[in-house]
């Protein structure tokens, strides 16, 4: 299988550690002890280097947890020449000015995720506390001051759904300029909350226009992707294809993994392996075009196909109609503002 020059982006989720526990995680089965050793970071890069340079994100956890090893990392990658980009996903509450100063010298983008005002973030991650919150704020403060490559997430749950338009405000008027707004993952997202949802942001793209805030949300996700899967490990050296299949428990992503690039492992493809990449090549012949968004959905989709995976079955599938109709907004706006059709970057 040369499936290698199908790979979109590298992300090294490289430690499960994080400092927040919030509800909605996107990695909520973490043993918040795994940080990725150099040794399977080597034979992750071995193996890229043939297609190298490539995209590079790296999360977690909270990456800033482990920032000493992040910092070799990304030090080894511009040293090697092997990345046309790195992206660092973080919570910002632990950026300093040294690791701001870090970034900055080796052109990394920071994205940030911030969900919009306090109460909102207290709903959404709970247990935050009114000091983690500042600490989120003025990390998110440093890096727009700092003026370096930026980009923010705001998760949408549809608990706080209602307030999605003025959370929007809120963050532009922090000063925001590039966000990218998402609905929680394997949350509880019913018709009621997926129209509001909707209606939401129908208001935030109006908003958009009247106010000539183009290109204030980022619609990549929506874009027709380069195709192909991503390489990302978790910190233990085990390959997925896509971001959403870490959102499940080990029970459904033992099924899942392509790849094990853990200490003395070769990273050869594992037998369940060629099940997915035929099943994704249909999927591209089927959609020619597709978005990033809807690979992930593709890889959702097969997730809940495993024994273990079908209890999540119905959540998936009002999580995959919500895109559906997020997307389409996404591309009425496209035609209406064209620039932004090469603009964004999915990350
Ligand atoms: S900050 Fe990120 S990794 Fe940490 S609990 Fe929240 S969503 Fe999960």
Redesign the pocket.
């Known amino acids: 299988m040369d499936m290698i020059k199908g790979i979109n982006h590298v992300w090294l989720f490289f430690t499960?550690r994080?400092?927040?526990?919030?509800g909605?995680?996107?990695?909520?089965y973490?043993t918040q002890q795994q940080v990725i050793t150099l040794k399977t970071f080597e034979n992750i890069l071995n193996y890229i280097r043939p297609v190298a340079p490539v995209e590079f994100i790296f999360?977690?956890?909270?990456p800033l947890m482990d920032a000493e090893r992040l910092k070799e990392m990304v030090t080894i990658i511009r040293q090697e020449g092997l990345s046309r980009y790195i992206s660092v996903?973080?919570?910002a509450?632990l950026l300093d000015e040294s690791l701001m100063e870090f970034f900055l010298q080796h052109g990394v983008n920071l994205e940030v995720?911030i969900d919009g005002d306090e109460a909102t973030t207290q709903r959404n991650?709970p247990g935050i506390g009114e000091y983690y919150y500042r600490d989120i704020v003025r990390g998110v403060a440093r890096v727009i001051h700092a003026k370096g490559p930026m980009t923010a997430t705001m998760?949408v749950h549809p608990s706080s759904v209602g307030k999605l338009f003025e959370n929007v405000q809120y963050l532009a008027a922090m000063g925001l300029k590039s966000l990218e707004v998402h609905p929680a993952f394997l949350e509880v997202w019913g018709p009621r909350s997926s129209a509001i949802f909707l209606d939401q942001y129908r208001r935030v793209c109006a908003w958009e226009l009247r106010e000539g805030r183009h290109g204030l949300i980022g619609r990549g996700y929506s874009e027709p992707s380069q195709g192909g899967w991503d390489l990302l490990s978790v910190p233990s050296g085990k390959i997925l294809a896509n971001w959403l299949l870490l959102s499940f428990p080990e029970e459904v992503r033992e099924h899942l993994y392509l790849m094990d690039f853990s200490n003395g492992s070769s990273g050869k493809f594992l037998p369940q392996a060629r099940g997915y990449f035929q099943a994704l090549q249909e999927h591209m012949m089927s959609h020619p075009n597709c978005s990033y968004r809807s690979i992930s959905n593709f890889n959702a989709s097969y997730a809940v196909k495993t024994p273990p995976g079908r209890r999540y079955e119905e959540r998936v599938k009002h999580y995959m109609d919500l895109c559906e109709w997020i997307e389409a907004i996404d591309h009425k706006m496209m035609r209406t503002l064209p620039w932004q059709r090469s603009g964004t970057k999915v990350s």
């Open positions: 499960d994080c400092n927040l526990g919030c909605y995680c996107f990695y909520k973490r999360s977690g956890g909270e996903q973080t919570n509450t995720g991650r998760v």
